[in-house]
């Protein structure tokens, strides 16, 4: 009967025979090495759709305001990333950061809002 190697480290297994691991460091380990590339880039879109909204937030605490696009820009914001986009009858496209949200005016100013229904 062949032995069976651990997934992970290599070492010979005993135990049952559908065991893939020594034991659950090396199942942890082997788990965690396979998902770390998905992982990551989750986990920097949300860093990055995070920082959106904190910034939104905090040059809104009123709920709506006008705001200069380089002012948003130099705090950091990442204009490629949001949640979601809210069309009006008018044809206008407001991109939300989770409940916060801005419209481009013009090539220099944004509206932004707060979405108080959700």
């Not at 949300?46 to 705001?67: C, Q």
């Not at 820009?73 to 989770?98: I, M, P, Q, S």
């Amino acid at each position: 009967m062949k032995k069976k190697k651990c997934l992970h480290c290599g070492e010979e297994i005993t135990g049952r025979a559908d065991k893939k691991f020594c034991d659950d460091q090396c199942r942890n380990s082997f788990n965690n090495k396979l998902n770390s590339d998905n992982i990551n880039i989750v986990r920097n879109i949300n860093n990055i759709l995070r920082k959106n909204r904190r910034i939104l937030e905090s040059m809104n605490p009123a709920g709506k305001t006008k705001v200069k696009k380089d002012k948003l820009l130099t705090k950091g914001f990442d204009l490629k990333y949001h949640t979601h986009t809210y069309l009006t009858k008018e044809n206008a496209v407001y991109y939300f950061c989770y409940d916060q949200g801005f419209l481009e005016l013009d090539k220099e100013w944004f509206l932004l809002v707060k979405n108080e229904k959700e």
